[in-house]
């Protein structure tokens, strides 16, 4: 019996492909930085990237970080809406280009960023962008992270 050549690629092809999970769980698996947040109240956005430091990030950081070596990862941004910067509904979409990603600034938590990784889908750290708000007593509000204990963001 001859097998039709699209059937050879399809059993082929799940023991070469990449073994990434889809941004679906990444965002399925979702740490945000404060538990009050709820995610279905924002457009979410992602872009697998391979990152090694935090210039690598299309988005404001919460601080520095350099990896021991370069890292495959679902890069998220999460915009409320309806905003200031949206009215698109809320839900997962998948871009494939940097150029595709959007770029927010500030926004406080209105602007949300998460680092996943791309093969467990499991949240490296996510935060707030910076705050416009009034500061409270004479100093910036501070943003919301979350990295848990082993991220190498930390």
Known sequence: M???????????????AEAYTPAENADARA???DPRLNK???ARYYLRAVIRTDDDLPFTTS???TLRAPRTVWLGVYVRTPSLWTTEP????????REQFPE???????V???VSDAETGATLGSWCNIDDGAPTDGAPTPLPT?????SPLR
Do not use: D, W
């Open 2 to 16: 001859i097998l039709p050549l699209a059937m050879i690629l399809a059993l082929v092809a799940p023991a070469t």
């Open 31 to 33: 740490v945000l930085p």
């Open 40 to 42: 279905e109240q924002y």
């Open 63 to 65: 601080g520095y970080f």
């Open 90 to 97: 809320a839900g997962v979409r998948v871009v494939e280009k």
């Open 104 to 110: 927010f600034v500030h926004g406080g938590c209105s």
């Open 112 to 114: 949300v960023n998460i």
């Open 146 to 150: 979350y990295f848990p204990p082993q």
